[in-house]
T-cell receptor, first 114, second 114 residues
Framework: AQSVTQLGSHVSVSEGALVLLRCNYS??????LFWYVQYPNQGLQLLLK??????LVKGINGFEAEFKKSETSFHLTKPSAHMSDAAEYFC????????????FGTGTRLLVSP | KAGVTQTPRYLIKTRGQQVTLSCSPI?????VSWYQQTPGQGLQFLFE???????NKGNFPGRFSGRQFSNSRSEMNVSTLELGDSALYLC?????????????FGAGTRLSVL
């Protein structure tokens, strides 16, 4: 069964600082990996996804993530944080058995201070 | 193109009642999935529908049910409501089935059970 671990329920950064949100996955088959963002009182918005191919994936709003099979990791980064990045971020994994089911991590709340 | 629409946005019910939530997918999308989001359990998969057929189901009691109509709209029903059913219920649609397809989420229905 697939699972996702997100280290740190809260991450605080200053505006302009590097953002690093950690995600480790467990999967018995090659995984498909996703990062979603959730703003207050809203649903989930896809930031980026990894299915196959290039291991460095670029997403929206300047975010990117690197798939590292040897470390079973898919950490999310952004070189320079903006106030508007404050939100909750979820890493998710799905297997390639044909079903849509996403297994989510517990989420990391990103706080950005001026 | 309109996004995923969930109605109503907010609901207040009492224990023992039943509730029906509605989801209209993005035009042309044929797959609909439902998730429950709570502070304690996080985001959990409920079910997945495609072409009016339930393809996959999460680990929830039989009080939780769903269906999909020929126009791909979906409903989920919770009978005999319990306090623990209070949650944000999210619907997601995708163009096709398959684990690597992007799921687009609605804003959710927030259910409060008193």
């Amino acid at each position: 069964a697939q699972s996702v671990t997100q280290l740190g329920s809260h991450v605080s950064v200053s505006e302009g600082a590097l953002v690093l949100l950690r995600c480790n996955y467990s999967s018995s088959v090659p995984p498909y990996l996703f990062w979603y963002v959730q703003y207050p009182n809203q649903g989930l918005q896809l930031l980026l996804k990894y299915t196959t191919g290039a291991t460095l994936v670029k997403g929206i709003n300047g975010f990117e993530a690197e798939f590292k099979k040897s470390e079973t990791s898919f950490h999310l980064t952004k070189p320079s944080a903006h106030m508007s990045d404050a939100a909750e971020y979820f890493c998710a994994v799905s297997d390639n058995t044909g079903f849509q089911k996403l297994v989510f991590g517990t989420g990391t709340r990103l706080l950005v201070s001026p | 193109k309109a996004g995923v629409t969930q109605t109503p946005r907010y609901l207040i019910k009492t224990r023992g009642q039943q509730v029906t939530l509605s989801c209209s997918p993005i035009s042309g999308h044929r797959s609909v999935s439902w998730y429950q989001q709570t502070p304690g359990q996080g985001l959990q998969f409920l079910f997945e529908y495609f072409s009016e057929t339930q393809r996959n189901k999460g680990n929830f009691p039989g009080r939780f049910s769903g269906r999909q109509f020929s126009n791909s709209r979906s409903e989920m029903n919770v009978s005999t409501l319990e306090l623990g059913d209070s949650a944000l219920y999210l619907c997601a649609s995708s163009l096709e089935v398959g684990a690597k397809n992007i799921q687009y989420f609605g804003a959710g229905t927030r259910l409060s059970v008193l």
